[in-house]
């Protein structure tokens, strides 16, 4: 199934910090991943252009926890984005298994989960496990949990 999960998200200089862990943090305790919010790495670090940055950060690895995840969002996805994921599953996943998501921060901070293509966003790699490693499987996995 799901072998874990990485949330990252990056706060600018000119954001709120805790408002982007708080979008962060609506996806974990919608999940209901206990301390969900004490798992959030933070780390300081310099942008393109020389502007501070903080990214946030957080792997789930409980088997519980990521199908929780997985759940959430599929049950808050839009028709639209229902749709538009089911068409874009080959390409979302990569060679190595990891499906690629990318949420809408500021839906995420009012508490909505929306797909988008924007750079400033929750990004979300889902690393799906199968033995022998089989991107066909994989696939059908990634169908199951999200489409």
């Known amino acids: 199934m799901i072998h874990h999960i990485i949330l990252r998200v990056i706060a600018h200089a000119t954001e709120d910090v805790s408002r982007v862990r708080a979008a962060l943090d609506f996806f974990l305790s919608g ?3 206990r301390e969900g919010s004490k798992l959030i790495e933070e780390i300081q ?3 393109h252009h020389g502007n501070p940055i903080t990214i946030l950060s957080v ?3 409980k088997k519980a ?3 929780s995840f997985a759940h959430f969002v ?3 996805f839009s028709e639209k ?3 538009r994921l089911r068409e874009e599953m080959p390409e979302r996943l990569d060679d190595n298994q990891v499906f690629h998501l990318r949420f809408d921060k500021q839906a995420a901070y009012l508490q909505q989960v929306k797909l988008t293509n924007s750079s ?3 990004t979300a790699k889902v690393k799906i496990e199968t033995y022998p490693k089989n991107r066909e499987k994989a696939g059908a996995i990634v169908e199951e949990l999200f489409g």
Do not use: F, N, S, Y
Request: hydrophobic letters at 45%; aromatic letters at 0%.
């Open 31 to 33: 999940a209901g991943v």
């Open 59 to 61: 792997q789930l690895k």
């Open 45 to 47: 670090a310099e942008g």
């Open 74 to 76: 599929r049950e808050r």
């Open 65 to 67: 926890d990521c199908l």
């Open 120 to 122: 400033d966003a929750i």
């Open 81 to 83: 984005d229902v749709v």
